[in-house]
């Protein structure tokens, strides 16, 4: 079989300057927030530099799923009150709406890229953090998890990073709105009966029970889960008609893959098919 042509990357020594970085040999690749000491705030640059490491997972073959967390028992507290806070309020239209759409194209990247993302949340979890936790496929968190959406605490409106948008479809939009208007902060009981937490583990478990998913997921069919995800993303806006055909188009196109046809002789060999993305 000839070589493949796309000159995929390879993002295992990937270094990044304002997060920690790790990709497994199993394909799962961890973000880690790390200013711990602050409760791990977000800066112009992490920001940046976070929605550019997204953006690039669509082009690479290394990393099948992906973990984000923070260090220090806490996710990510926001954006940084000194360092973006300060300064935004010191910024002209131009610049603001420079940031603003920079932040929204964070969670833009978490939700195109193909990989699954899960989000381990411990302790605080507020403002941008909540959105990046949010804008994961999954989120795992802990009985200390807090999880609030501070944006008006600050004098801002509620609708942030695609809050009003994302949040309302998956808690409901009555609790949606009580946290948007008062900017309160969810348990982690709330946040789990209400579908925000997918699981809520102990905090000395969070990372293994949050890696072993995450192993699980990479170890599966990465294109017919990728597929899923832009099907998830995609029929938000379709009819219940157009989605069916979307999707009959979809499964056709996984159907010509071969970890289908893995799959199909490892049942006739009563065998655990083994996939490889392909």
């Not at 976070?50 to 669509?58: A, E, G, I, Y």
């Not at 968190?141 to 609030?148: E, I, L």
């Not at 478990?205 to 294109?223: D, R, W, Y």
Request: charged share 20%; net charge negative; glycine share 8%.
């Amino acid at each position: 079989m000839d070589a493949d042509p796309i000159p995929w990357k390879q993002l295992a020594e990937h270094r990044p300057r304002h997060f920690d970085w790790a990709v497994s040999p199993d394909g799962v690749a961890t973000i880690t927030l790390a200013r711990p000491e602050r409760k791990n705030p977000l800066t112009f640059e992490s920001y940046a530099e976070l929605r550019d490491l997204f953006q690039s997972l669509v082009h690479v073959d290394d990393v099948r799923a992906v973990v984000i967390t923070g260090a220090g028992g806490n996710f990510c507290s926001g954006g940084d009150v000194h360092e973006i806070i300060g300064p935004l309020v010191r910024m002209q239209m131009p610049q603001l709406l420079r940031f603003t759409r920079m932040t929204g194209d964070l969670v833009l990247a978490i939700r195109r890229c193909p990989q699954p993302v899960i989000a381990a949340v411990d302790g605080i979890c507020a403002g941008a953090g909540a959105m990046i936790a949010l804008a994961a496929d999954f989120r795992f968190g802990t009985s200390s998890a807090r999880t609030a959406f501070l944006f008006t605490r600050v004098g801002l409106a509620g609708c942030d990073m695609g809050a009003c948008a994302l949040l309302p479809r998956l808690i409901g939009q009555g609790r949606a709105a009580e946290l948007l208007y008062t900017g309160r902060a969810m348990s982690a009981e709330e946040g789990q009966a209400w579908g925000y937490f997918n699981r809520v583990v102990d905090s000395q478990v969070l990372m293994q029970e949050t890696q072993a998913f995450a192993a699980s997921l990479a170890a599966g069919p990465t294109f017919a889960h990728a597929m899923t995800k832009t099907m998830l993303n995609q029929e938000w806006s379709m009819s219940v008609e157009q989605a069916i055909e979307a999707e009959a188009q979809a499964q056709a196109i996984c159907m010509k893959t071969r970890d289908f046809e893995r799959a199909y002789r490892a049942f006739v060999a009563r065998e655990t098919p083994r996939f490889e993305g392909d």
